[in-house]
């Protein structure tokens, strides 16, 4: 190869350093191109996105205020019945979001798809968009397919305006739930999160009104549908 470079455009004594510089090119690519079919190949679809419908504010949210038609929804914990589908038509922008200030005791809510559970391994992620004020900090919480509830021990803490937060599964650490009082138990090490039955949210906390709550905007699941036998 380089005897015909040299030939066909003439030898020079700094041709060698030049094809060097070229073959560390393309193999730098060559790797580039590799890793990007890598990441391509792990990356996850959609499996579920709930932005609540505009319709007029509710206690407790219902299944009316749920967009995805095929996504079902259910309310945990002793202060279930004041959960709010919130919603200020005089504020400029305002979403029609999930709130907890109303609510009496611990509290939670969770989605479930009609067909297909979720596997959450590999790359799989939740996003969000939400806002806490005061104390509060909302953690994740699944429902395993063998009847297993357990909370992240990441959260989405306050803030002064909305906010989008991504939780890449792979990083998070889990503690079992007592899904009837919302109370936050051991480690659970090793879950098995390839069947996912259920994907919600909790902050642990009764609410305190507009400056001690949580508020959740939309909820957006990445990871592969496996169907529900």
Known sequence: MSEFIWRFLGWHPLWPFFINIKMKEFCWLLFLTACSHSSKSQSVEIFLREDWREISAATPVTQEHVSNSDLILSLHGPGKDRIKKSNHPHIPNDPFYIW??????????????????????????????????????????????????????????????????????????????????????????????????????????????????????????????????
């Not at 919480?141 to 297993?148: F, M, Q, R, V």
């Not at 305006?161 to 007592?178: G, V, Y």
């Open 100 to 229: 907890s200030g109303d609510c009496l005791d611990n509290w939670g809510v969770s989605l479930r798809h009609k067909i297909y559970r979720v596997d959450l391994t590999g790359q799989a992620f939740v996003s969000w968009r939400s806002k806490q004020s005061g104390f509060r900090q909302m953690r994740l919480i699944l429902k395993l397919a063998d009847g297993t509830w357990l909370v992240s021990d990441h959260y989405d803490g306050a803030a002064d305006d909305w906010r989008e937060t991504k939780f890449m599964i792979a990083d998070l650490r889990w503690r079992d739930l007592d899904i009837v009082k919302i109370i936050e138990g051991n480690w659970h090490t090793n879950p098995d999160l390839s069947k996912v039955e259920e994907i919600g949210f909790t902050d642990l906390m009764v609410g305190g009104g507009t400056k001690a709550s949580s508020r959740l905007d939309w909820i957006e699941v990445h990871g592969k549908p496996v169907e529900r036998r």
